[in-house]
C-alpha cells in the first residue's frame, strides 16, 4: 500500500503531533526551524482559498521559496472513519492527499511536489506543497490555444489519467483541479483529498471518473471529437486488457456516459463549474482570527487592527463610513458554543461563528455572479471559555427594498433562480427585507437569509419556490414564476422602480 512509506518520519513527543517530510528538503526545512506541525502550522501567509474547516495559504520559507500550506483547523471523527474504511488507516484530508502524492509521485510527474504533511494532538493537520512555476488553469488554456497545442494537451492528459487509474488511483478530477504550465505545456494535477486507492480499478470507476470530468468541461471549449479522442486514450489500456467476449464497445461506454451524466442526481458540484465566474480574492489574517480582510479593505484598515468600532462596541447593525469614504454595513454580535458543536465536529463540520457563515455565503454568491454586497472583513476572537465576540464588514450599505410592480416581481423570480443555480435557498422565515437596494441596483442585502445547500435537487428548489410565493400577494405569482423560467440576464441597470 501507498502508505508503507520510505520518507522520513518525525514523531515529536512533546508536541504530541507527528509529521512526515519529503527527503529531498528535509535539511532545508530544518534550517528554516521548521521541526514540528505547530512550525508549519503558524507559517504566515495569504489565505487563498477558503473553507469553514479548513484554508489554503500561500507562504514564504527561505530555503525552499514559495509555497502553499492546506491548512485543516479541524478534522473530523467521521473523515477519520472515512479514510480508515477506504484507505486503511484514520488520517486527516490533509495527510491522506499526501500520502497519495507520495504514491502518485513513483508513476506520473503531472503532480504537485509534496513537502511535509502531519497533525498535531489539538486535531489540526496541513500539508505543505511547492509553488509550481508560472501555471494557469486548463480552462484559459483551452479558451486561447489553436487546435494543434490543444491535441497534444488533451492526449497527454488523457494518457497521464489512464496511467493513474491503472495504478489503482480512483480519482475524482474535475476541469479546475488542472493547470498548465506557460513554458513547457506541462499538465498539473491537483486537489487528491478524495482519492481512494483500489486494487484493481474497474469500469464503473472508469465511469465515475469520466462522467464528473465530462459534466466538468464546457461544451464550447471541448468538442464532441475530442472528448471521444480523450475517451479512447483513458479506455484502451482497460479495454484490451478484457477478454474479447467481454469487452464492450467504446460508443456504448460514451452513450452510458452522456446518459448518466444527464441525470438530475449526477455530480452537481462538477455541473456548477461551468458557471463559476474566477475573480481572484485573498484574505489576510491581521490580528490572527480576530481580523480578516480582503485586498479591497488591506490598503486602508486601521491600527491597531481590532480597535473599535470593530471591536469594543455594543451588538448590532450600524452604518460605517469607510477610510476610504465607502458607506459600509458593520454587523456587531456574540455567539456562544452550545452542544451541537460537538454533532458539527461528528458530521463532518467546524464551529462556524456568524461571521464565518456570512463570509463565506458572500463568497459563494460572488463566485456565481449573484448580485450581493461586497466582502471588506471579518473575525472574532474568545472572550470567554465558551463565548466569541464577532464581526462583519460589507458594502455598499443597502436600504430594503420592497417589490411594487409586476417589474419587480419579476425580479425576484430571477434572483431566486439564481440562487437555485448557486445551490443556495432563501430561507422562508426571514423573507422580509431580504432585498436591498442602493443608487438604483438591487442585490441581496439580508446575507442570514441565504442558506448554502449541499446537496441541491429538484424537490428542494420547488419547495423553496412554493414557500416564497406564499409571502407574496397572489396576484403577482405569474410574474415571480415567469422571472424564475426567464433566461435573460440581470441587468445592473435595472432601477426599483
Known sequence: MIYDMDCESVKNRADGGWIVINPRVASLLRSANLNTPDDYLRL????????????????YIPSVGWAYLKKQHCIAFKERVWNW??????????????????????????????????????????????????????????????????????NEFANSLSRILQAGFAA????????????????????????????????????????????SVPFNLVSWRERYRVLYHVLNP????????????????????????????????ARQQLSIVHIPSHIYWLDEQAVCVTDEALRWWPAPPASPPIYGEPPGETEWITPSNDLACLLRGRYRFSIACVWRLLSNRAKITPDMQYARILMHLRRFNVPAPRLLAFGHRRITKRTVEWFFLSTPYMRPWIPTTADNYFLIGYFLKCLHNASCIVRCTKLHDVFGTYNGIISIKKIDA????????????????????????IDFH????????????YCNSNSQN
Not at 513554458?183 to 462522467?211: E, G, M, P
Not at 474479447?244 to 442526481?265: G, Y
Open 44 to 59: 504566515p501567509g495569504v489565505i487563498v482559498n477558503g473553507h469553514p474547516s479548513r484554508h489554503v495559504r500561500k507562504v
Open 85 to 154: 474504511l477506504h484507505n486503511q488507516r484514520p488520517l486527516s484530508s490533509a495527510a491522506h492527499e499526501g500520502c497519495i502524492l507520495f504514491g502518485l509521485s513513483k508513476i506520473t510527474n503531472n503532480i504537485a511536489e509534496w513537502l511535509v504533511y502531519g497533525e498535531n494532538r489539538r486535531n489540526e493537520a496541513f500539508l505543505l506543497l511547492a509553488e509550481e512555476d508560472d501555471v494557469i488553469e486548463s480552462i484559459y488554456f483551452l479558451q486561447r490555444q489553436e487546435y494543434e497545442k490543444r491535441s497534444g494537451v488533451l
Open 172 to 215: 475524482s478530477i474535475v476541469l479546475k483541479h488542472v493547470y498548465i504550465s506557460r513554458h513547457n505545456n506541462k499538465l498539473i494535477f491537483f486537489d487528491w483529498a478524495s482519492c481512494v486507492v483500489k486494487r484493481q480499478i474497474t469500469l464503473s470507476d472508469y465511469l465515475r471518473v469520466l462522467i464528473k470530468l465530462h459534466i
Open 238 to 269: 482497460y479495454l484490451q486488457s478484457l477478454p474479447v467476449h467481454k469487452r464492450p464497445s467504446l460508443a456504448s461506454i460514451a452513450r452510458k456516459i452522456v446518459r448518466l451524466a444527464d441525470r438530475p442526481e449526477s455530480p452537481r458540484t
Open 450 to 473: 441565504i442558506k448554502v445547500i449541499h446537496r441541491m435537487t429538484g424537490t428542494v428548489m420547488h419547495n423553496n419556490l412554493y414557500h416564497i410565493l406564499q409571502f407574496y400577494p
Open 478 to 489: 405569474k410574474f415571480i414564476i415567469d422571472g424564475y423560467t426567464t433566461r435573460n440576464q
